[in-house]
């Protein structure tokens, strides 16, 4: 039961009558002549539990862009039903006029309601503008009915169980650099005018000797056929494994910028997944910590990144640190010959004391490696201020805590590791361009 801001009005209407008649006896009959009136007006409302309900919001939404909300009501009584209706999504869910963006500060607002009327019988339809600030499932468990009486002075109400699901994708903003890195790949297979020589592992061609070329490749049998030496050319070896290893541990949760190192690494994932796979390479991406919290496999090159996307938009941190050995046993599990394996983690002296300078040189033996990391403005910041004695301590904690990612870098260069380090916005596309170049140059 509610009462509404008629009854409210109602109310204070009678300090008229108090005025005018200034005795007890008028409070007490005003106030029961509004209590009645508002008992009556309840009763004669329509049952909020007679009432069918149907949701209907799309299934995946991309972080950012709007989608609706469709409730359509079905009176099953024979009142009319005047509905005040509230759906019970999140408040990060509603569209409340402002941009879906994370610097902006995080306020309270209230659910939108949206007003109904249908006879018995019959039915009503109302939608409701979401926007989406935050990547992951977003749940809706109720839909709150309010049905207001003929007089509008009070109402009842019910909360009709009613669940729902929403699944924000990541936002990929990283998309705006695939053209250019599909052109270079373009040139590199040789589609346009611009022609790409590299010492790879696929067949291309046979030519004549000249000097300087390396005597192992000559191809006998073509030599004894043609009574002239004739040399092998090869090209850069397509369809190789393309492995991702996303971390999404303790350090995943770090925050850079506007969001988290996880959020970088989803972007640069998705854009390397989706070049890799143009490329023709066959791609598998793995969210790991201590278990495997998402895994796309064997997914067409239509389907991977939609696959992509659904599978790592659930994914959060987790406040554990991450099981090194476990991702070397499942990198080793799901790929048997030399992949291109990429460890989307960071370059910390911690993750390097946890094991990962141990299970990355494993790693290296077999594959090539890359390790990519979110780069942190704030730490240069730190170093270049000094203004007081705060600040100066602080500068020196940036300087130690940059020579022991210096230190770390270069114990993975020492093991043929490449490293990747920027901030989370040129992460994506420096990864992109990293993986074109050692495929150039035959690496892959």
Not at 15 to 36: C, I, K, M, N, Q
Not at 197 to 212: A, K, Q
Not at 297 to 306: D, I, K, N, V
């Amino acid at each position: 039961m509610a009462i509404t801001w008629r009854a409210v009005a109602l109310t204070a209407l009678g300090a008229v009558w108090a005025v005018l008649w200034p005795v007890s006896l008028t409070v007490l009959a005003w106030t029961a002549v509004v209590v009645v009136a508002v008992a009556l007006d309840i009763a004669l409302a329509a049952s909020p539990r007679q009432v069918e309900v149907r949701r209907d919001v799309p299934r995946s939404v991309r972080l950012g862009e709007p989608a609706t909300s469709t409730l359509t009501l079905r009176n099953l009584g024979r009142r009319t039903l005047r509905a005040v209706v509230r759906d019970g999504w999140p408040p990060s869910a509603i569209d409340d006029g402002r941009p879906a963006d994370a610097r902006l500060p995080r306020q309270g607002v209230a659910t939108p309601r949206l007003r109904m009327k249908a006879a018995g019988g019959e039915g009503a339809r109302g939608q409701l503008a979401l926007l989406p600030k935050r990547r992951g499932d977003l749940v809706v468990p109720f839909v709150a009915i309010r049905s207001v009486g003929p007089l509008g002075l009070g109402a009842r109400q019910a909360r009709i169980p009613l669940r729902g699901r929403l699944r924000v994708l990541p936002a990929f903003v990283s998309r705006r650099h695939l053209p250019s890195r599909l052109a270079r790949l373009r040139e590199m297979d040789g589609r346009t005018s611009v022609q790409v020589r590299s010492s790879g592992t696929e067949f291309d061609s046979l030519r004549e000797y000249v000097v300087g070329d390396d005597v192992r490749s000559i191809d006998w049998r073509a030599t004894a056929r043609r009574n002239d030496v004739v040399v092998r050319t090869w090209r850069p070896e397509r369809d190789r494994r393309v492995m991702i290893v996303v971390d999404t541990g303790r350090t995943s949760a770090t925050r850079v910028l506007d969001g988290t190192r996880l959020e970088a690494s989803i972007e640069a994932a998705l854009l390397l997944g989706v070049l890799a796979d143009r490329a023709g390479d066959r791609v598998e991406v793995l969210a790991y910590d201590r278990t495997v919290r998402a895994r796309v496999a064997g997914a067409s090159r239509a389907e991977l990144l939609p696959t992509m996307a659904d599978q790592l938009a659930p994914v959060e941190p987790t406040l554990l640190e991450t099981d090194w050995t476990g991702v070397a046993a499942q990198v080793q599990a799901r790929v048997a010959q030399r992949s291109l394996v990429v460890l989307l983690t960071t370059i910390d002296p911690a993750a390097a004391e946890a094991g990962l300078l141990d299970v990355v040189a494993q790693l290296a033996q077999r594959h090539q490696v890359i390790v990519a990391a979110v780069a942190d403005p704030e730490l240069e910041l730190m170093r270049t201020t000094r203004g007081d004695a705060v600040e100066t301590y602080e500068a020196a904690a940036a300087e130690r805590t940059g020579l022991g990612h210096a230190a770390v870098e270069t114990s993975l260069r020492r093991r043929g590791v490449e490293v990747v380090e920027a901030l989370p916005g040129d992460l994506p596309p420096a990864l992109a361009d990293r993986y074109l170049a050692l495929k150039a140059a035959g690496k892959l």
